[in-house]
């Protein structure tokens, strides 16, 4: 049986991560510090399901704590890694920028050295299309420059894979790096857009929006994100690779609100903001490379995708 580590596995991306490898029989351990980002009780929702399964072990903890991060590890014997525990968000990064270097930089840095000191054989680490900054090239490519971010939280995705270059080059570590693009489906936090949106517009409430509508995102369902996961974990062909995860079409913010108009059958108020800060105007993954290395193929049109995530929303909502 595999022996696969997860970090922040209670989280969206995560538990749906550990569903699929549970699934497998993997025997998989979590660690989440079910941080007050959010309402942690929705975390511990997410894998109460898994809790009484023999082959699941869940223990709480800060990633930045290198001494505990180096007793888990020799004690558990990881075959691999897969790295998704962050302080997560643009635009809360600006206000808590300390706290976004505590977790992203220095708990990617103690996870690197316990895994290289135990022998973990492959570690992959849950980047993000942030890094790209204003990039004025579309769709964005992995090798494109990423020297400029605009938000703290892209800062330290992009310090988090060079720390993992380093870790490859100097110890032979195979690592992935995957950029995710707008990530979205059931369970998704409900800070983010379409979980935000989704509420609002359902309460009757005015959604805010940001400029004029005009922005561009790269919107991935999280079905597709997890088989790009799971084929990166058997990534074998070299020892360090930076691969987008993306659905590689992007949809404007104001038909993404007609999207979630058409699935909720209501109108939505619409709120206007300023611009704010950290924002990009586009995301657009350029996905060759996922798909000659991982065999990754998105499928899920943004149509489909909100649709299955309103059924969820609202089957969600009516358990409470």
């Not at 929705?42 to 990633?63: C, P, S, V, W, Y």
């Not at 054989?121 to 993000?128: K, L, T, V």
């Not at 703290?152 to 270059?165: N, R, S």
């Not at 109108?267 to 903001?273: E, G, H, L, S, T």
Request: aromatic share 10%; with cysteine; proline share 4%.
């Amino acid at each position: 049986m595999k022996n696969i580590l997860v970090t922040g596995g209670a989280g969206f991306i995560g538990s749906h991560l550990v569903d699929r490898l549970i699934d497998d029989e993997t025997r998989v351990t979590v660690i989440d510090n079910f941080n007050d980002f959010y309402d942690a009780t929705i975390k511990r929702a997410n894998i109460a399901h898994h809790l009484d399964r023999k082959n699941f072990r869940l223990i709480e903890a800060d990633i930045s704590d290198a001494p505990t991060m180096s007793d888990i590890f020799a004690r558990y014997g990881f075959e691999a890694v897969v790295h998704l525990a962050a302080r997560a968000g643009v635009r809360p990064s600006l206000e808590r920028p300390l706290e976004y270097e505590k977790t992203n930089v220095a708990g990617t840095y103690s996870l690197l050295e316990a895994a290289q000191t135990n022998k973990v054989a492959r570690f992959i680490f849950g980047s993000s299309s942030s890094v790209y900054g204003v990039n004025s090239k579309v769709p964005f490519s992995e090798e494109d420059p990423v020297a400029h971010p605009i938000s703290p939280y892209a800062a330290t995705k992009i310090a988090g894979e060079a720390a993992c270059h380093a870790y490859s080059h100097l110890y032979g570590m195979r690592i992935v790096c995957l950029r995710f693009f707008t990530v979205y489906g059931a369970r998704q936090r409900p800070d983010l857009a379409i979980h935000k949106f989704a509420r609002l517009i359902e309460e009757g409430c005015a959604i805010p929006v940001y400029g004029d509508g005009s922005t561009r995102r790269d919107y991935t369902y999280i079905d597709d994100i997890i088989n790009g996961v799971t084929a990166a974990m058997s990534y074998e062909e070299s020892r360090f690779e930076i691969i987008n995860l993306g659905e590689s079409q992007t949809v404007e913010l104001r038909r993404l609100i007609e999207v979630l108009e058409e699935a909720l059958g209501k109108r939505a108020v619409i709120d206007r903001q300023p611009e704010q800060p950290g924002d990009v105007p586009v995301t657009f993954a350029d996905v060759t490379k996922a798909r000659r290395l991982l065999g990754y193929d998105p499928k899920t049109k943004i149509e489909e995708g909100v649709g299955k995530f309103v059924e969820w929303f609202r089957r969600s909502r009516a358990g409470c």
